[in-house]
């Protein structure tokens, strides 16, 4: 019976699936701390707190956040540009759980380090 339901099971459809496909990446989680920690930040203010992000890298992920309603992005209308990023309800609505998966990395991570290897 279990088996059956592995088998016809659909993660894709889940909503697991869609809360890790708006987190995926290596710096979408650290971009998302940044604006909880900062509020309103501008794009070369995150280059800098992120220090190892290609400008390409994080011009594409603050498209996706965008896109995803997890964040905003405001535009000021001057020159030279001007764009803030903060978080959006939805984003801010998110931060409880990634804090919950930061504590438990604090937590289990010691341990893992102490494991022996091969």
Not at 75 to 101: C, H, T
């Amino acid at each position: 019976m279990f088996k059956d339901y592995i088998e016809n099971a659909n993660f894709e459809d889940t909503g697991f699936s869609y809360t890790l496909s708006l987190i995926s990446g290596k710096y979408k989680m650290i971009i998302l701390y940044c604006l909880m920690e900062f509020e309103v930040v501008r794009y070369n203010e995150l280059k800098r707190y992120i220090r190892s992000i290609s400008h390409k890298t994080l011009s594409n992920s603050l498209k996706e956040l965008e896109r995803d309603q997890l964040i905003i992005r405001k535009e000021y209308p001057q020159i030279p540009p001007k764009v803030e990023y903060s978080l959006s309800e939805k984003g801010r609505s998110l931060m409880a759980i990634l804090d919950q998966l930061c504590i438990w990395g604090e937590t289990h991570r010691d341990s893992a380090e102490q494991q022996p290897t091969g």
